[in-house]
Nanobody
Framework: AQLVESGGDSVQSGGSLRLSCIAS?????????MAWFRQAPGKEREAVAT???????VYAMSVKGRFSISRDDAKVTMYLQMNNLKPEDSAMYYC???????????????????WGQGTQVTVSS
């Protein structure tokens, strides 16, 4: 697999989780933009945060101030630190990688070429 997520779990509201996405070396090196998306049942897949090859993060308004995206080039891994989790954050979380577009959460999931299998995050009230 080119992208593998881990770290999803069930937590209570206000809790924290750290998601990881390990990439293959080739995927990591050729991808200008990496992102975390989430999809809840019946809803469209939405970006929560993006990070470009220079390490610049951008966040969706719904998670700004609570989530933090980062990448470790030596470990070819991307992370999503999620704090103060809310029930509405419950979803399957996916990491994605791609190139050829501006690295922003406003870019549709359809623009990304490589996806992980997802990791489930459930937040109870």
């Amino acid at each position: 697999a080119q992208l593998v997520e881990s770290g999803g779990d069930s937590v209570q509201s206000g809790g924290s989780l750290r998601l990881s996405c390990i990439a293959s070396k080739s995927t990591y090196e050729r991808s200008v933009c990496m992102a975390w998306f989430r999809q809840a049942p019946g809803k469209e897949r939405e970006a929560v945060a993006t990070i470009d090859s220079d390490g610049r993060p951008v966040y969706a308004m719904s998670v700004k101030g609570r989530f933090s995206i980062s990448r470790d080039d030596a470990k070819v891994t991307m992370y999503l630190q999620m704090n103060n989790l809310k029930p509405e954050d419950s979803a399957m979380y996916y990491c994605a990688a791609g190139s050829g577009f501006v690295c922003l959460p406003s870019v549709s999931f359809r623009g990304y070429s490589t996806w992980g299998q997802g990791t489930q995050v459930t937040v109870s009230s």
